[in-house]
């Protein structure tokens, strides 16, 4: 089955860098990549997700990147902010005409000090 | 919409007692999943459902637990007896068939003593 890494396991950093998190699958059918954030006493939410069939997408200060050759895909959040601070989990899968579910990385504590 | 609503959020059971974790997911979304989140392990899929059909339950550590989805609206995850390596946070998450995103519940934080 399907193996993602996430690294690293804890980020900080101050208001207003930027901050990447990085993933790498195994399963080369995967071709579904979302981001989870997950804050404190909640469940995750999704943040943004890309296929397979682009490289690179954008939504406003966090942007993600897939190489597929290499097998990995990364966060960047730019302009960082206090209320970035939670947990983010990458996760990989393989959609296709049925139902493939998620499998997930351990996860990243971000930590965005004023 | 309400989200994926989960009871209660915080259950602390003696080791051997049952306990019934309950889920009512999204309506109109016909996929419902279990998770279990550890800081050991992460996050870990013990069971997900299609129209209230079990499909995958290879994730379900023991015959101790054991889910049900009785009806498009509701379900239970149930560990007997519970044992103290069973504290964790258990999410209930939901989708609907054509979309990739899971909608997820704010859990129940079990702690078994």
């Known amino acids: 089955g399907e193996n993602v890494e996430q690294h690293p396991s804890t980020l900080s950093v101050q208001e207003g860098d930027s901050a990447v998190i990085k993933c790498t699958y195994s399963?080369?059918?995967?071709?579904?990549f979302p981001w989870y954030k997950q804050e404190l006493g909640k469940g995750p939410q999704l943040i943004i997700d890309?296929?397979?069939?682009?490289g690179e997408k954008k939504d406003q200060r966090i942007a993600v990147t897939l190489n597929k050759t290499a097998k990995h895909f990364s966060l960047h959040i730019t302009e960082t902010q206090p209320e970035d601070s939670a947990v983010y989990f990458c996760?990989?899968?393989?959609?296709?005409?049925?139902?493939?579910?998620?499998?997930f990385g351990k996860g990243t504590m971000l930590l965005v000090s004023p | 919409d309400a989200g994926v609503i989960q009871s209660p959020r915080h259950e602390v059971t003696e080791m051997g007692q049952e306990v019934t974790l309950r889920c009512k997911p999204i309506?109109?979304?016909?996929?419902l999943f279990w998770y279990r989140q550890t800081m050991m392990r992460g996050l870990e899929l013990l069971i997900y459902?299609?129209?209230?059909?079990?499909?995958?339950d290879s994730g379900m550590p023991e015959d101790r637990f054991s889910a049900k989805m009785p009806n498009a609206s509701f379900s239970t995850l149930k560990i007997q007896p519970s044992e103290p390596r069973d504290s964790a946070v258990y999410f209930c998450?939901?989708?609907?068939?054509?979309?990739?995103?899971?909608?997820f519940g704010s859990g129940t934080r079990l702690t078994v003593v």
């Open positions: 459902f299609n129209n209230n059909v079990p499909i995958d």
């Open positions: 309506s109109g979304h016909d996929y």
């Open positions: 890309i296929r397979s069939n682009v």
């Open positions: 998450a939901s989708t609907e068939t054509g979309s990739s995103g899971y909608t």
């Open positions: 399963d080369s059918a995967s071709n579904y």
């Open positions: 996760a990989a899968s393989p959609i296709n005409s049925g139902y493939s579910t998620l499998t």
